[in-house]
C-alpha cells in the first residue's frame, strides 16, 4: 500500500521546488551578467593587447636605434644603406651590418659577405631571423621578413650616394630626421638590401595594415613617435636631413 503524502510533505516539496528554480534563475542570471561583461569588456582587451604590442615593437626599434649609434660610435659614420658591387648593385643590407651591435655576432659571423644576400649560404640565414627585427605588432608575422626598414635615398640618413654618412651631416637636427619606420604595406626578407622610399613613406603606404593605421617613426635622436597614417603625407621635412626644414 502506497503511503501518502502528508500535507507538510507537500509543502515541503513545493517549497524547494521554489528554491531549485529560484537558484537556477539566479546562476543563468549570473552567467548572463558575466556574459554580458565580458562582451563590453573585450574591446578594452583588445586595445590593451595591441597597446602591450606597441610597446614591444617600441622596444625593438630602441634596440635598432642604440645599434647604429654604436655602430656610428665604432666606425665614425652610419652604415650605408646597402653594400654594392662594383656595378652598384646591391649586396648586403645594413641590418646585417649592424648585427654585432644587436649581440648577434654569431649570425653575423656565419654571413658570408663574399655572396650576395640571396646567396646560397646567406639564404639558409634568413630563417635565423634576429628577435628584434621581428614586429610583434603582426600576429602572422612572416618569419623570415621585417617590417623594420629606412627611408632610403638622396637626402635621407641613409643615402647610397654619400660613401659615409656622419650624424653631423644631419644639420636639420636628428631630433627632426626620420632613419628607421614600420613598413608594414611591403615587408622584406630581412637581410635583403631593400628598404622604404622618402615617396612611399609620404604617401602613406607603409602604414597599411598597422593597427587603427598607426605606424611608429624612429628618429636619429632615437626618439619614436606614434604617428597616423593620414598624417604621413606631411612629413616630408622629416625625409630629409639637411633640407633646411
Known amino acids: 500500500m502506497k503511503r501518502r503524502l502528508s500535507r507538510d510533505d507537500r509543502q515541503g516539496q513545493a517549497k524547494l521546488a521554489v528554491v531549485i528554480v529560484v537558484s537556477i534563475a539566479a546562476c543563468l542570471a ?3 551578467t558575466c556574459g554580458g561583461l565580458m562582451l563590453l569588456l573585450l ?3 583588445d586595445q ?3 597597446t602591450a604590442r606597441r610597446i614591444n615593437s617600441v622596444g625593438h626599434l630602441k634596440q635598432i636605434g642604440i645599434a647604429l649609434h654604436n655602430y656610428h660610435e665604432t666606425y ?3 652604415p650605408p644603406a646597402y653594400v654594392a658591387d662594383e656595378s652598384g648593385k646591391p649586396l648586403h643590407s645594413w641590418r646585417v651590418l649592424i648585427l654585432p651591435f644587436l649581440e648577434r655576432s654569431d649570425l653575423y ?3 658570408d659577405f663574399s655572396e650576395p644576400w640571396d646567396g646560397p649560404n646567406n639564404m639558409v640565414l634568413i630563417h635565423e631571423r634576429p628577435l628584434t627585427y621581428g614586429n610583434p605588432q603582426i600576429i602572422d608575422e612572416d618569419s623570415t621578413t621585417t617590417t623594420y626598414q629606412a627611408i632610403a635615398g638622396p637626402g635621407t640618413c641613409f643615402d647610397p650616394t ?9 644639420s636639420d637636427g636628428t631630433a627632426n630626421t626620420a632613419m628607421v619606420v614600420e ?3 611591403d615587408p622584406v ?4 638590401p631593400d628598404d622604404t622610399s622618402p615617396a612611399d613613406f609620404l604617401t602613406g603606404e607603409t602604414a597599411i595594415g598597422a593597427h587603427d593605421g598607426e605606424t611608429l617613426v624612429m628618429k636619429a635622436d632615437t626618439s619614436i613617435p606614434v604617428m597616423q597614417q593620414k598624417d604621413l603625407p606631411q612629413l616630408k621635412a622629416w625625409t630629409t636631413r639637411a633640407g633646411g626644414d
Open 109 to 111: 659571423d656565419q654571413y
Open 162 to 170: 654619400v660613401p659615409k654618412m656622419t650624424f653631423h651631416d644631419i
Open 30 to 32: 549570473a552567467a548572463l
Open 76 to 78: 665614425g659614420s652610419l
Open 48 to 50: 590593451a593587447r595591441a
Open 189 to 192: 626578407v630581412w637581410t635583403q
Open 43 to 45: 574591446p578594452e582587451v
Open 183 to 185: 613598413n608594414f604595406g
